[in-house]
């Protein structure tokens, strides 16, 4: 959150300006290479039914190995690309990788009914995204409603009709359309009714507090209230503890997302927690 972001920047603003002007400066010009150098690769993190525990979907982190550095969590990167035009690129493979992904894993066999990925406002401005879509998942052969995009209120504060009519072409053709760190931006409720969407993320910042803090609590249960009156389908992140995930089960909450189920990793590691159908049953997942 905003919040956590300002903690975190904090030792940051205790170094000298030139000194952190020259190292986003660096960081800047490093990330510029990192698409075409393949420095860029995605984590998995699973998001299962609060019904059976079950792996239902995942969402698309991406990370960043830098040569020097190590891996780069993209709180880091992320915000740098959105002041710049690089956010549009990285956009774009952090797309085609998500197809890509889904696309081996569904001639592997391996179950996945949704993969998600998040989208920044930048790529929504660009007024390209239903194309960019379409291509990755056309270049891979992934059927559109095993997409999901997850995006957050913020992308109002540009063309707030130009988004969201995107965002309703995209959802007509079959993509599911995620609201993500829901509660905590400025205009949610406002949002809820402007924007084409068909999931609620409920932002970590309520889970981290369930069970601790009753004001947590009731936010979550209104939440989640109001999802189930929209008919929209809910999620809760940042489930690190066996009790909030009970809390929320018992509040109603579609889909589990946090470190208690795991925390994102890579492909491979991913892998190995999807149910596997034969060869020979596997063309009939279409
Ligand atoms: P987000 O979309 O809200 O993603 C959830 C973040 O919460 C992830 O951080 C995830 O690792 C973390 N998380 C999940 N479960 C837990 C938990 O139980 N406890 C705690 N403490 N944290 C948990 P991550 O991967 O560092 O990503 C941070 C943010 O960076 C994302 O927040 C998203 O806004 C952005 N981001 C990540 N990947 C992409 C991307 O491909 N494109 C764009 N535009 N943004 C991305
Ligand atoms: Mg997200
Ligand atoms: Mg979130
Ligand atoms: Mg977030």
Redesign the pocket.
């Known amino acids: 959150s905003a919040k956590e972001g300002g903690r975190g920047r904090h030792a940051m603003f205790e170094e000298p300006l030139d000194a952190r002007l020259h190292e986003r400066g660096a960081l800047l010009a490093d990330l510029r290479q990192a698409v075409a150098r393949r420095e860029l690769l995605l984590h998995y993190q699973p998001r299962v039914a609060a019904a059976d525990s079950r792996i239902r979907s995942a969402?698309a982190l991406v990370r960043w190995q830098h040569p020097g550095r190590g891996l780069v969590p993209p709180g880091v990167f992320i915000p740098l690309a959105e002041e710049s035009d690089l956010i549009e690129s990285i956009g774009s493979w952090v797309l085609d990788e998500a197809c890509r992904q889904l696309a081996l894993w569904r001639r592997q066999g391996r179950v996945l009914e949704r993969l998600?990925v998040?989208v920044s406002p930048r790529q929504l401005q660009s007024g390209r995204l239903v194309e960019e879509v379409e291509a990755a998942l056309l270049r891979h052969g992934v059927p559109w409603r095993q997409l999901e995009l997850?995006v957050t209120e913020s992308l109002l504060v540009g063309d707030a009709r130009q988004a969201s009519a995107q965002l309703a072409e995209l959802r007509q053709r079959g993509v599911l359309i995620a609201l993500?760190d829901f509660g905590t931006g400025y205009s949610s409720l406002a949002t809820l009714r402007d924007l084409p969407i068909d999931v609620m993320?409920v932002d970590r910042a309520f889970v981290r507090d369930l069970g601790a803090d009753a004001s947590a609590q009731a936010i979550t249960r209104a939440i989640l209230t109001l999802a189930q009156s929209l008919g929209k389908h809910s999620v809760a992140e940042g489930i690190e503890g066996e009790a909030q995930a009970a809390a929320l089960r018992q509040l109603g909450c579609d889909e589990l997302q946090g470190y208690l189920f795991g925390r994102p990793m890579p492909a491979a590691e991913f892998e190995q927690r999807l149910p596997h159908v034969s060869a020979a049953v596997a063309p009939v997942m279409d």
Do not use: G, H, Q, V
Request: aromatic share 0%; net charge negative; charged share 65%.
């Open positions: 969402e998600s998040n997850e993500d993320k």
